[in-house]
């Protein structure tokens, strides 16, 4: 089975190579100023759209989707709450599995109501070990998955926790401070857990400055998330892809 996204994604870790990922949530997107940002996506060479929410009230994946597609070549990856939050019009879908907790149906319920409707879709399946890590206040992820997130502080915990998703099968690690999180996850914790597992790392939650964004990509982070901070601010979008830019080049 081809997996395009996943090669992609494994190839620039071996090259070192860093992306940014945008979080487009559907409640919150603005249908009116969308088009100006996806341009400005386009312009400054964000490398991916996640697509999605803890809790989605709005039915509308499908025509961003139509949207992004006019504007735009940046893969679209649905990053779904539930098993509801499946759009076959996308790349692929982060096929989340929520091993910071203790919930089966985070763990694999949703997974298995989905798995027909995922095997029809056509979508790219992203396999990843999902991991919440504490953020200083309890995130609607936390909330909605009714689990309890690694402490910030217990970079051991995480590192054990990302060595048995990788030893399960997963084939990325995602560390989530959880959306518009007061702190990020630590750059120590990030560093631990790409040191002891060899899987790409996708690291979000809070990054809201080009600081933030180097020191997660410093310590390891191989993919960048961020929403609350483009959401904000649309102009932080130029100075953070900058700073991604500038990380790569100076490891080129
Ligand atoms: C089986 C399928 C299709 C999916 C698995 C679903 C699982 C296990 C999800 C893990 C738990 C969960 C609720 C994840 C949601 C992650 C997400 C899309 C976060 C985006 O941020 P929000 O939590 O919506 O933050 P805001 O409060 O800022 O909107
Ligand atoms: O909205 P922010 O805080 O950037 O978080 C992005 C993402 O990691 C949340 O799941
Ligand atoms: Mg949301």
Known sequence: ??????????????LQKKSLAVLLDPDKVELNSFETFLY????????????GGSLITKNIMGEMIV???????????????????IEPTAD??????????????????QHVIAAPLLKQSGLEILSTGYMLIDSGRQTTVSYIS??????????????????????????????????????????KMIEKVSKNVSLPLIVGGG??????????????????????????????????AEAVQTFNLSIA
Do not use: W
């Not at 982060?94 to 763990?107: E, F, K, T």
């Open 1 to 14: 089975m081809s997996r395009p996204i996943l090669d992609k994604i494994v190839s620039n870790k071996q």
């Open 40 to 51: 400005a996506c386009a312009e400054n060479r964000v490398d991916y759209f996640l697509v």
């Open 67 to 85: 949207v992004i597609r006019q504007k735009t070549n940046i893969p679209v990856i649905i990053f779904p709450g539930n098993s509801l939050h």
């Open 92 to 109: 692929a879908i982060l096929l989340l599995s929520l091993i910071s907790g203790r919930n089966p149906d985070y763990l694999i319920g």
């Open 146 to 187: 009714n689990t309890t997130p690694i402490p910030h502080d217990k970079a051991d915990i995480a590192v054990c926790t990302a060595m048995a998703g990788e030893m399960l099968g997963q084939k990325l690690i995602y560390l989530d401070g959880g959306s518009g999180a007061m702190y990020p996850v630590s750059p």
């Open 207 to 240: 990054i809201n400055s080009p600081e933030k964004a180097t020191a997660a990509l410093e310590a390891g982070a191989d993919i960048i998330v961020i929403g609350n901070a483009f959401e904000k601010n649309p102009a932080l979008l130029s100075e953070i």
